[in-house]
């Protein structure tokens, strides 16, 4: 299942929302054009590498994905939840709750496999941030989901996709914990970001939310 779009427009221009798609689409394609044995330091170079953590890595892992499929989904899922966020905690707000988010899920993933090798890459432990604050600012939303094959269109609640996409992420986290590891991972899905970035985003957006934004009759469009 894939999803397509939610059913809650939104209010405001989300600028944040689509200069992160942007900014994310043109580090892809730099580092695409970049010859093979360039493109692989670059990646390396960007990534965190929970062994040797780094701050400035952090950040900079945001904006860089592993191939296009990572990258295709990963904004999918900001563009679909990633607006509506924004409207209601405003621009500025908004973006700094992303790198929060962001920071959160690195440190989380950090945490659990410090000795790792690993790099990781990605914005879907920010983007994990934004589906929570979704979560909690709309729960009686719906999501347009596509099946593939055969070609079916239906509408999900909002809170059983984002809460069995969470469900599966702390689930599959639990298997690349070290107890349930006879050797070392040697690649694989940064789950735990994902559960962290999620949670964060869960605690995180009530109270970065602009107070004049807080009332249901602002963001309701069926109450214009």
């Excluded at 330091?41 to 929970?50: I, L, N, T």
């Excluded at 992303?98 to 890459?121: K, N, R």
């Excluded at 604050?133 to 347009?144: G, K, N, T």
């Excluded at 992420?169 to 789950?191: D, H, K, M, N």
């Amino acid at each position: 299942m894939i999803p397509i779009r939610d059913v809650i427009p939104s209010r405001t221009r989300p600028g944040v929302t689509i200069a992160l798609l942007a900014f994310n689409v043109a580090v892809f394609l730099f580092q695409a054009a970049l010859p093979a044995e360039t493109g692989e330091r670059f990646f390396y170079a960007m990534a965190v590498v929970p062994a040797y953590f780094s701050l400035t890595d952090v950040v900079t892992s945001m904006f860089v994905h592993a191939g296009l499929v990572h990258l295709a989904g990963n904004l999918l899922f900001l563009w679909i939840f990633g607006d509506n966020v924004e409207d209601r905690l405003g621009h500025g707000r908004f973006f700094v709750f992303y790198l929060v988010c962001g920071f959160v899920a690195a440190f989380a993933q950090t945490a659990l496999h410090p000795d790792s090798l690993v790099p990781m890459v990605g914005a879907s432990g920010a983007i994990a941030g934004v589906m929570g604050a979704y979560l909690v600012l709309y729960p009686q939303s719906r999501i347009l989901m596509l099946f593939p094959f055969p070609f079916i269109l239906f509408e999900l609640p909002a809170v059983f996709f984002l809460g069995f996409w969470f469900f599966m992420q702390f689930l599959s986290g639990i298997g690349t914990l070290p107890i349930f590891q006879s050797e070392v991972i040697s690649g694989g899905v940064a789950f735990w970001a994902h559960v962290a970035g999620f949670a964060s985003g869960l605690v995180l957006v009530k109270p970065m939310l602009r107070r004049e934004r807080m009332s249901v009759d602002w963001w309701d469009m069926r109450g214009s």
